[in-house]
C-alpha cells in the first residue's frame, strides 16, 4: 500500500505535528504521511479494544480509511483530530455487538490448587498485552507520560473495558490524551454537556473498582535495576524448578492466572502445592526475554515447555508484576500468536 497517493494537498506541518491545509505548499499525502502516528492510534485502539490483535487490525483499517479518503480532506481540522475520529469509529463498530474482554481475575474468586485446569474461555473473551514499544508514550510533560504510563497496565485496561464503548472513548481522549471537552464533543458528534455527563459515569465506575487516571503513579516503561534482578531470581528459580525459592519471590497473597482458564490460583501455600502438582509439567522449560522486554508496563518472559521429541515449545508469554521488591501476579498467556508478537521463537532447540 505504500506509495500509493490519494491526490495532492497543500499542507504545513505546525509545532505539534499537525497537518492543515494551505494554498501556498504542496505535498503529496500517502501512507508515509500517516505512518508517524501509528504509535499512538495503537494505544488508543488497545486501550478501546483490549486485545493486540484487534488493535493492530483498527489501526490498519484506520490508516486505509484516510488513505482513501484523503483527497476528500479538506483541512478543517488538524489531519491527527481526523485520524482519531476514524479511528473511533472503527472501534465502536468493532465493539458492536461484542461482549467485553476480561483477565480471570475480573470473572471469579481464585480457586484451590487442586483444581484441575479444565474450563476455559475462547481468545475473544480475554484481555492480551501489548508490547510497551508499539505505544511508546508521547515525549513531553513527565507527569503525562507517567499517566500514560499507567494506563496501559493490564488491571487498568481490564477496567476500561466495563464501560460502553462511547464512555470508553470520552475517558481515553479526555484523561489520557488531554483533548479539551470540546474537541471530543466534535469528535463524537455530539455536545460538551454530553461528554461531561459521560466522563462523570465514567469516573465513577473507575472508582468503584479503585482505579483513577489522575492517581496514576509515576512509573517508567523500563524495569529498575531491582526489579531486573528480582526478575533474574524468579527465572532462575523457575528454570531449576525450585519451587521453595521461587514462591519465596511473590508476596504472601502473590498469585498466577493462565487465559484461556478461568480459574486463577492466590497465596503461597496454594501456589506450591499448583506447581508441585497440576503445573508440574512446567518443570524443566526454559525462559528468553521477549525481544520487548515490556508489556503494559511489566515484565514479559517467554517460557518454552519440554517437547518429548527433544527441545522446547513455547507455553506462554508469562508478564510479570512487581511491586514493594516481589511479585504480586504473574499472568500466563498460553495464545502462542503473542510471542511472535513479542519477537520471540516458537521453539527452542536443546
Known sequence: MAGLTRGRLGVTTEAEGQIRMTDTAAVELDLAAL???RSELTGYCYRMLGSAFDADDAVQETLVRAWQALD????RSALRSWLYRI??????DALRGRTRRALPMDLSSPVPATTAPVDQLGDEAWLTPIPDADVAPPEGDPAQRAVFQETIRLAFVAALQHLPPRQRAVLI?????????????????????????ALQRARATLAARDLSVNGASSSTAALAEPERTLLARYVDAFERYDIESLVALLHEDGSISMPPYT???QGRPDLK?????????????RMMTAESPTANGCAVIGQFRPHHDGGHFAWSLQVVEMSEGRISHIHHFLDTRLFTRFGLPLTLDD
Open 87 to 92: 479511528a473511533t469509529n472503527v472501534c465502536l
Open 72 to 75: 476528500k480532506f479538506e483541512g
Open 35 to 37: 505512518e508517524p502516528y
Open 273 to 285: 502445592v499448583w506447581y508441585l502438582g497440576y503445573g508440574s509439567g512446567c518443570n524443566h522449560s
Open 173 to 197: 481522549l479526555r484523561e489520557v490524551l488531554c483533548w479539551q471537552a470540546t474537541e471530543v464533543a466534535e469528535l463524537l458528534g455530539t455536545t460538551v454537556a454530553s461528554v461531561n455527563s
Open 263 to 265: 480459574m486463577w490460583i
